[in-house]
């Protein structure tokens, strides 16, 4: 079984920072690429960052230069440093993984439970 875990949400006043962390574990034997996506009220999710197991980054427009993914591969674990917060970050932020479990050929994607970020004054 997988567990793949979000932590760090928050509320922050707007300019502010936070540090969002994930981590997956379970029978996993290869992660290809771990992400951050988000969903805001009344809107669709979106692809925010994601980090592939060779360390390549991407970004969406809206975060580029304030955002930063980074992996710890030895701990699964995903890190979203979140700099210069604006009102238009609040949402749900959910951590995503595509990697193999043992055992099985096929690549598979998880999710976490999400963890809610709130840009406010």
């Known amino acids: 079984q997988v567990h793949v875990v979000e932590s760090g949400g928050g509320l922050v006043q707007p300019g502010g920072s936070l540090r969002l962390s994930c981590t997956a574990s379970?029978?996993?034997?290869?992660?290809?690429?771990m992400g951050w996506h988000r969903q805001a009220p009344g809107k669709q999710r979106e692809l925010v960052a994601d980090i592939t197991s060779g360390g390549t980054t991407s970004y969406t427009d809206s975060v580029q230069g304030r955002f930063t993914i980074s992996r710890d591969s030895a701990k699964n674990t995903v890190y979203l440093q979140m700099n210069s917060l604006k009102p238009e970050d609040t949402a749900v932020y959910y951590c995503?993984?595509?990697?193999?479990?043992?055992?099985?050929?096929?690549?598979?994607?998880?999710w976490g439970q999400g963890t809610q970020v709130t840009v406010s004054s």
């Open positions: 379970g029978s996993i034997f290869s992660i290809y690429s």
């Open positions: 995503n993984t595509l990697h193999r479990n043992y055992g099985d050929p096929t690549p598979r994607g998880y």
